[in-house]
Every structure is written in C-alpha cells, then in structure tokens.
C-alpha cells in the first residue's frame, strides 16, 4: 500500500495564495489518516491470520 503525503506548502507574504495551498493542503492530508488507518488495520488482519495458522498448525504436533 503506497500513501499518499502531500509536501506542506511554503509560506509566503502573498496570504491570499498562502491561504489557498494551506486550504488545499488539508483538504488533501484529511484523507492520509484514513489511508495509515486502513494499512495497519489490513496489517493486523495479517498478522492475525498468520497466529491463527500457527496455532493451527501445532496443534497437530
């Protein structure tokens, strides 16, 4: 899973154009938490399955 993190604006006297990139900016990065959210959910799905493998497994040892 790749995320997708937007580089912050640099500040400048223009506040107009400041204003609008930072706008911008977090209208973007509001969906990066989800993103990291929904990788280690899948992570810990994935780990999960494989504890549940292993307990299955040496059961039968």
Do not use: C, N, V
């Not at 911008?24 to 999960?48: G, N, S």
Request: glycine share 2%; charged share 25%; aromatic share 18%.
């Amino acid at each position: 899973m790749s995320f997708t993190h937007y580089q912050m604006p640099m500040y400048t006297q223009d506040h107009e154009t400041y204003w609008k990139q930072m706008y911008d900016w977090h209208m973007k990065m509001h969906h990066y938490k989800e993103q990291l959210r929904a990788y280690h959910l899948d992570q810990a799905k994935h780990f999960q399955k494989l504890m549940g493998e292993k307990i299955k497994t040496s059961e039968f040892k």
